[in-house]
C-alpha cells in the first residue's frame, strides 16, 4: 500500500477565520462542501456560500511540530505543515533526521535507503512514505509524509 493521496483536486475555499473547505458538488442552486481533509458533508445555497467563503490555494509549507498520543507525553517532532487535513488530523512533512527519530520511537518503522521511503508493516500489508520535494521559504526541502494520510497526527 503507498501514502494516500490527499483530495487535493477539489477545489478549496476558505472562511475570514482562514478554516479550509472542500466544495464536494456545486450545482445552480446548491453548494455541497466539507471542512479540508473530510468530515461531515454541508449544504448552503449559493448566494450564502459565495457570501461567506472564498476560493483558495494551499498555504504554503511552514516549520511546525507534531506529537502523537502513542508516543511519551511531551514528544513533539519537528516537521512542515501547510494546512492540510486528513479526517480532521494534521498532515506532517519529516525530513529524514527527524523520520529516523521518529524510528528510534516506533521499533516497526524504518527506512529503507534504496527507495528512500519509511516503511511500516511486512510483507502482508506494508505502507511506505516516499520522500517528497517541498518549497519552504524559497528552500527546497526533501520530505517524508510518515503517517500523514493514516495516523491521528496532532
Known amino acids: 500500500m503507498t ?3 490527499p483530495s487535493a483536486q477539489r477545489q478549496l475555499y476558505k472562511m475570514p477565520n482562514g478554516s479550509l473547505f472542500e466544495v464536494v458538488e ?35 509549507f511552514k516549520p511546525g511540530f507534531a506529537s502523537g498520543d502513542w508516543m511519551d507525553d511531551g514528544v513533539l517532532l519537528a516537521c512542515y505543515y501547510n494546512g492540510t487535513r486528513w479526517n480532521g488530523w494534521s498532515m506532517p512533512q519529516f525530513e529524514l533526521e527527524v523520520g529516523l527519530k521518529l524510528c528510534e ?33 524559497g528552500r527546497t526541502i526533501t520530505v517524508y509524509p510518515i503517517g500523514a494520510g493514516f495516523w491521528c497526527w496532532n
Not at 43 to 60: H, W, Y
Open 26 to 60: 456545486r450545482t445552480a442552486e446548491l453548494v455541497r462542501f466539507h471542512a479540508q481533509g473530510g468530515g461531515i458533508e454541508r449544504t448552503l445555497s449559493v448566494a450564502e456560500f459565495d457570501a461567506n467563503f472564498t476560493k483558495t490555494e494551499l498555504p504554503p
Open 105 to 137: 520511537l516506533m521499533p516497526d518503522l524504518r527506512y529503507d535507503k534504496e527507495r528512500d521511503a519509511f516503511l511500516i508493516g511486512d510483507e502482508d500489508g506494508e505502507c511506505e512514505f516516499l520522500a517528497e520535494m517541498i518549497s519552504v521559504d
Open 3 to 5: 501514502q494516500q493521496e
